[in-house]
């Protein structure tokens, strides 16, 4: 049971060019969405986080959207650079579990 | 501020062996999770402790288990293993509980079961 989903295992950009890396979710007692970011033989470092209560959180470079009604949230990356390069999670908990689920994972690949 | 570390950072076991995995806490930090990361699975949460007490647990067997010391420090340990188990094994800290709270990932330990 996937509740959470990253459907495109990779994804290849430009570099100055936007980065768009989709996740779905199914369990509609998630109210709290986190973006993970992943370098090989690291573990994840935090990215950027969004509430239920909004539906768009930004922090320079990196804004996520937050869809309830279709259970989606998106990440957007602008510009990306080479150094963007890696693997993103997105995570999603609730105030009822306290667990924090994670997507799959996507690969994100910045050419130069 | 020092980071979570986690020992060793990697291990080599056989079929029914057991292991244990330690994980140091950003210092203040009192709730550690544990999660597996395999291909394909992304990560997967295994366990939560707070204050030494588990206070959440993934649908992982019996075999994995846990415990928290009074300084936060968190030790995981896999009992009769199996193939199936050889993954990257993660631990993360936060101050207060996992939820709403930003987890801090170690470098992870990378254990082989063959």
């Known amino acids: 049971d996937q509740q959470v989903k990253q459907n495109s295992p990779s994804l290849s950009v430009q570099e100055g060019r936007i980065s768009i890396l989709n996740c779905d979710y199914t369990n509609s007692m998630f109210d709290y969405f986190l973006w993970y970011k992943k370098y090989p033989a690291e573990g994840p470092t935090f990215l950027i986080s969004?509430?239920?209560?909004?539906d768009k959180n930004e922090d320079g470079r990196f804004t996520v959207f937050l869809n309830k009604s279709a259970k989606h949230l998106s990440l957007h990356i602008v510009p990306s650079q080479p150094g963007d390069s890696a693997v993103y999670f997105c995570a999603a908990s609730s105030s009822n579990t306290g667990k924090l689920i994670f997507g799959q994972g996507t690969t994100l690949q910045v050419k130069p | 501020k020092a980071g979570v570390t986690q020992t060793p950072r990697y291990l080599i076991k056989t079929r029914g062996q057991q292991v244990t995995l330690s994980c140091s806490p950003i210092s203040g930090h009192r709730s550690v999770s544990w999660y597996q990361q395999t291909p394909g699975q992304g990560l997967q949460f295994l366990f939560e402790?707070?204050?030494?007490?588990?206070?959440n647990k993934g649908n992982f067997p019996g075999r994995f288990s846990g415990r928290q010391f009074s300084n936060s420090r968190s030790e995981m340990n896999v009992s009769t293993l199996e193939l199936g188990d050889s993954a990257l094994y993660l631990c993360a800290s936060s101050f207060d509980r996992g939820y709403a709270d930003t987890q801090y990932f170690g470098p992870g330990t990378r254990l082989t079961v063959l």
């Open positions: 969004i509430s239920s209560i909004k």
């Open positions: 402790y707070f204050s030494e007490t588990q206070r």
